[in-house]
């Protein structure tokens, strides 16, 4: 009997639902599997508390490919953007602030107000990442090249990357290498002067970083959200983020694909090294030629594939692969929007964008201290943001919600477990919000609170890992997941890559998925042959 599908995809989240998008053009037949009964992965908009709607992990498009955007027509879906302006506020204890704005002026002023030198420098360091992101981002929307170089379409890619670096001018190519290695307090330390602004570029930096800000390395998070080179752009989501995937999952089911939730797969099965389908946790067997795994590479080679059937060299590359998680949430159900010290009024230019809080560059490196001994830090740096100060939609008339992703929360706690101490955090992260918003406590209708382990259980994120891998530049580009299988294949034929834990790595993207689309589909063609 012949296969009913051409290709099944492991996880409905955004990844794998574009490569399904992008198959089924193609005229490939495919399935689509998703363990929860919601699609969208961490990519998603959950009605938590009746009437109040958060996206519940991911929760602001910065990185969303053009081309994505275009191919699969998500505007004629719903998807709208609404910017973020100002792109950050930062509060300090003392009452001052530091906003980012899309308008230079603006900015300018902002920063003069603490350094004049400084607003220069920022002006500068703009310009500049906005040329090394130009260049990076061709890299983006392709599969990365063999590392051996042994094909010519490598060896023609390697040198136009080569040509593309030599066309930077000497500093910009010195500010590359130095991204790529350098801490973030002291490539920050080298440009401003002031604690107020290196804080305001610190704490976006560090949001999923498994170090500190005085790590080697770190600055490389800055280089990875530069990479968008302007061409994408950043902002909240009308409905919340779980509008994109269901607007990806429309453009699948008018395509053909088939769409199952509630879909866990225990068993990707193969066979003298060949993919020969899924086994569901129902019992239930599905056979394919293709499987595309859109989990984490742990999950997916550690808990869903005989590891009998993995190369022995590829297998410990995975088992090496660092996922450390050290991010949570903190969703709040509002009666009205907090009030900041720094920025009076409601809504204020603090609740239209992110606002950071705790991010001193010393808070910063006492947080990730504290992370690394498993232990909860006193005061958690927080990425806050107010999504219905632009679209009252997600919450009951005149209600509001509050969604914090905190920095620096151990995975594994040295005293105590998670589900004994998860209310803990959540104490600490609304007493540091009230360092900037004293009446926080009194707007408070319901709370959440997601811990690493919760990022696990329900989700699937490896160690709550959400990047699917630490985002170092030992495990980026050609070597993400590892050396030499960068390009979506693995060494069970078959069986591919589509997720975050593949090149180019995390952020709501969808670039993943389309290149390893285009991957599966070259291979089919030449088969074919």
Known sequence: MPEAYDVIIVGGGHNGLVAAAYLAADGVRTLVLERRQILGGACVTEEVFPGFRFSSLSYISALLRPAVIRDLQLERRGFELLPCDPAVVVPFEDGQSLALWDDAERTRAEISKFSTRDADAYEEMQEQFARIGRFLAQMVDRTPPSPSLHRPADAWYALRLAGGFRGLDRGDRDTLIQLMTASVQDFLDERFETDAVKATLAASAAIGMAAGPRTSGTAFVMLHYAVGGGESSWGFVRGGMGSITQAMAEVCR???????????IVEIRSQNGRVRGVTLASGEQIDAPVVVSNADPKRTFLSLVD???????????????????????????????????????TPSDAHMGTTEIACSLENLEDGWDACKRGRIAERPCSELVFPTARDATLA?????????????????????????????????????????????????????????????????????????????????????????WARYRTPIDGLYLCGAGAHPGPGVMGAAGRNAAGEILRDRLWKKR
């Open 396 to 484: 009951p008339a005149g209600k509001h919600i509050l969604s914090a992703s905190v920095q620096y929360v151990p995975y594994e706690l040295a005293d105590g477990d998670w589900d004994a101490r998860r209310e803990e955090l959540g104490d600490r992260v609304i007493d540091t919000i009230a360092t900037y918003a004293p009446n926080i406590r009194d707007v408070i209708l319901h709370r959440q609170v997601l811990t690493p382990l919760d990022l696990e259980r329900e989700y699937g994120l490896t160690n709550g890992n959400k990047y699917h891998g630490d985002v170092t530049l030992a495990q980026m580009f050609v070597m993400r997941p590892v050396m030499g």
């Open 307 to 345: 590891s009998a059937q993995i190369d022995p060299d590829y297998l410990r590359g995975i088992k090496s692969f660092r996922m450390t998680g050290t991010s949570a949430k903190v969703n709040l159900a509002l009666s009205d929007l907090p009030e900041f010290t720094c920025r009076p009024g």
């Open 254 to 264: 008018e395509r053909g694909v088939e769409l199952r939730t509630g879909a866990e």
